[in-house]
């Protein structure tokens, strides 16, 4: 099956409502050996057609609105954290410790972008805080790939050896993820989950009257989450007050959304999230598996204190396999299921040209939480709730098979070679911000965000 029907079977949809996605095909737009472009046409494409199917059945209407995906958002989307502006200023994506490193005997690379992670870094290797770059480089190219990925990861770094698709394919982890589904989706119980009100209003807001906890960081999630408020779900985002947010990070995936900021091991905090929770419709996590369970917050716990909730989990790895308590971001995926072999050449490896694993999962991760709202939607007597578990590492075993490239049926448009159509500027409370639109579109949808991002954390941790 091509890339679309593959992504709209994955969460259950209708194939017959296929025929609602045009396309538009732009030269130029996410150039890549692998298929990167027709994974970003199928999962922002299937997130658009499971918002119009929900928003028909909220309206009481029996035809399903067009979808169009247009090549130019999604490449300009899938790059929103490097076309953000603020005030003139552009992010900087990458910290000087988050790159490839030559080994003893290949390739290695790390993810020092946090604080925490930086320090990890450097304390496997025994290197102090204020270690350069040539200091690293240096201990790396006397080491292994595979001692300094199991070195760093014992430390609670981040660091993964370079392999190819082939060395991915027999390795345990590459072996379970394999075995999965791409959207992993369990119903939880029988009770009867809230019923949404009918649709009223222009534009159509599909998730309107939603409640949305975030409990996600660093692009895949906060993706997700960001589409759920585009389209009118009230997100308010909770992070541990510990763990500080990049705040350009934040400026890019926070529109539409509230932030604030809970301790759940305090009681008061807790007790605050609890009331929260009670009232919460969706919950999505992308922290490492098992890492909020202490909280009680697993999808069967929740589900048993909030019936009908739907729990959305996103991990790099999957949670499952020896790989499955591990941390991980889209280059290190990339690095180890054989994706920076494919882009690379035999003298370095490469990458995708966005963090597409990222993006797309984000947008599929969405796509999976209205399907399942739809579903909710159109029974009768008891709306159970969902578990709805999605991995990048799944993502990209999906990018790397045969078949996501195949024919499309597209207008052709002009070539893709400058991002401004896709470009708008707002005022927002970290300043004049220049952004990407969202890629996802439907007849009568939103074009843009209701509200720009706030200051990191700094909302009343309480529904609107």
Not at 76 to 95: K, N
Not at 203 to 223: F, Q
Not at 335 to 363: C, K, N, W
Not at 393 to 414: D, F, I, K
Request: charged share 20%; aromatic share 6%.
């Amino acid at each position: 099956m091509t890339g679309i029907k593959v992504a709209w079977a994955a969460i259950g949809g209708d194939p017959a409502l296929l025929s609602r996605v045009s396309t538009v095909a732009r030269e130029g737009a996410l150039e890549a050996r692998l298929p990167v472009r027709e994974l970003a046409r199928a999962c922002v494409g299937a997130c658009a057609l499971a918002a119009a199917e929900l928003g028909a059945r909220r309206a009481g209407r029996t035809e399903v609105p067009g979808v169009r995906v247009d090549d130019g958002a999604l490449a300009t989307a899938f790059v929103s954290e490097r076309h953000l502006l603020i005030d003139g200023r552009a992010p900087v994506s990458f910290a000087p410790l988050s790159r490839f490193w030559r080994t003893a005997d290949g390739w290695v690379r790390t993810h020092a972008n946090y604080p925490h992670h930086r320090a990890r870094l450097l304390g496997a290797l025994r290197l102090p805080a204020d270690a350069s770059v040539e200091d690293v480089a240096a201990v790396l190219a006397e080491r292994s790939a595979l001692e300094t990925e199991n070195t760093v990861y014992g430390a609670g770094g981040l660091a993964v050896a370079l392999r190819t698709a082939a060395e991915w394919a027999v390795h345990p982890q590459g072996v379970a993820v394999s075995g999965r589904a791409l959207v992993e989706r369990e119903r939880l119980g029988g009770a009867r989950a809230r019923a949404l009100p009918p649709l009223d209003g222009d534009p159509s807001l599909p998730a309107a009257g939603l409640r949305v906890l975030d409990l996600t960081r660093v692009i895949a999630g906060p993706v997700a989450t960001r589409t759920l408020a585009l389209l009118g779900a009230d997100v308010l985002r909770v992070d541990a007050p510990e763990l500080p947010e990049d705040a350009d990070a934040h400026a890019d995936t926070g529109f539409g959304k509230r932030s604030t900021r809970l301790d759940l091991g305090l009681a008061a905090d807790r007790r605050t999230f609890e009331d929260l929770l009670g009232r919460a419709d969706v919950i999505v996590t992308g922290y490492r598996p098992g890492a909020l369970d202490r909280f009680g917050l697993s999808p069967e716990a929740l589900a048993d204190r909030r019936p009908g909730l739907i729990v959305a989990q996103l991990s790099a790895w999957g949670a499952y396999g020896p790989w499955g308590e591990r941390r991980g971001f889209d280059s290190l995926v990339q690095v180890a299921t054989g994706v920076a072999v494919a882009e690379g050449s035999p003298e370095r490896p490469g990458a995708l040209p966005a963090q597409a694993l990222d993006h797309g999962t984000g947008y599929l991760l969405a796509a999976s939480v209205l399907r399942a709202l739809t579903e909710q939607a159109g029974e009768s007597g008891q709306r159970c709730g969902f578990a709805l578990r999605l991995a990048l590492a799944r993502t990209a075993a999906w990018l790397t098979a045969p078949g996501v490239a195949g024919p499309v049926h597209a207008e052709s448009g002009t070539a893709y070679d400058r991002p401004d159509a896709w470009l708008v500027e707002t005022d927002s409370g970290v300043g004049r911000l220049r952004h990407a639109l969202s890629p996802v579109s439907f007849a009568g949808g939103p074009v843009n965000w209701a509200r720009p991002p706030g200051r990191w954390g700094t909302d009343p941790a309480r529904w609107a």
